[in-house]
């Protein structure tokens, strides 16, 4: 699930693993390494988010597809 909240399409580890088939956990793994982009934001529980068009163009840039094509109806 993309959150859509005031600050635009936002991406949970979640969502991140789901993009690029991953587990959870190989997801959160993913986005400690150096240059994946920071969270925009740490949410109350631990969940951080991040904006969805700084992780695709990270995405595009390593290799690891495609952009996302806009949801139908958005």
């Known amino acids: 699930m993309i959150v859509v909240g005031t600050k635009g399409r936002l ?4 969502d991140i693993a789901d993009r690029l088939g991953l587990t959870r956990q190989r997801a959160y793994a993913l986005s400690r390494q150096k240059g ?5 934001d740490d949410w109350p529980g631990g969940l951080a988010v991040w904006r969805v068009e700084d992780v695709e163009a990270w995405f595009v840039a390593n ?3 495609v952009l996302a094509e806009e949801p139908e109806g958005e």
């Not at 991406?11 to 979640?14: A, D, E, K, S, V």
């Not at 994946?36 to 925009?40: A, G, I, K």
């Open 11 to 14: 991406y949970t580890t979640g």
């Open 36 to 40: 994946f982009p920071d969270p925009y």
């Open 63 to 65: 290799g690891r597809g």
